[in-house]
């Protein structure tokens, strides 16, 4: 589990094809100083697993799902990373609950500075927009943003300059791909009332209150 606060960038050392996944090599010497083999990490928002230190890298495995459904397939050596160590149950929640598994991959659709801030467009397919609601919060990249305007296909966030300058969104431009992490409460609450309706997540069953008719139901306060 993570909170979405970038901790560093790291520096792509290798990122060699092997069978069935990719071995990933990152170079971060002053990061996580206190990490053992075995512990997660995020890196741009994805939960690895460290399988070896070499002189202030680590190595971890990402297998060929992952390279699938993330953007950790077109790394390339000398690309940057951001990265997050797991949370500590003792630890302040500053960001929100981080899982490390993207539900999407987006893609930077706008950026432009608005005064200290810098403005973000992000395109997402329907399957994370289901779940964006302004003023709630995202991972993009593994960093914990909080939405400002929805759209029918995207969403807008102003990002901070302390979150830019520690990230790799200020290295991004327009067209950049992201992995997204829609706010896992959010699947949650999405499950749970569509099992309380009787439906199966997204196909109501036969015979059965859809979703909408539910919330409807209790709109008008039945």
Known sequence: MFTGLIECEGIITRAERVSGG???EVYAPEFGRDMAIGDSIAVDGVCLTVIKFIRGAFLTDVSGETLDRTT???LRQGG???LERALRLSDRLGGHLVSGHIDAIGKIALKQPNGKFTVYQFQAPPEVM???VEKGSIAV???SLTVARVGADGFTAAVIPQTEEVSTLKEKSSGALVNLEA???GKYVKRFVALYAGVDDETPAAGKRGL?????EFTDGR
């Open 72 to 74: 950790l397939g077109t």
């Open 212 to 216: 909408g008719d539910m919330l409807r």
């Open 141 to 143: 990249d593994g960093i």
């Open 183 to 185: 706010d896992m409460l």
């Open 80 to 82: 940057k990373v951001n």
């Open 22 to 24: 990719m071995r990933l």
């Open 130 to 132: 289901q779940y964006v």
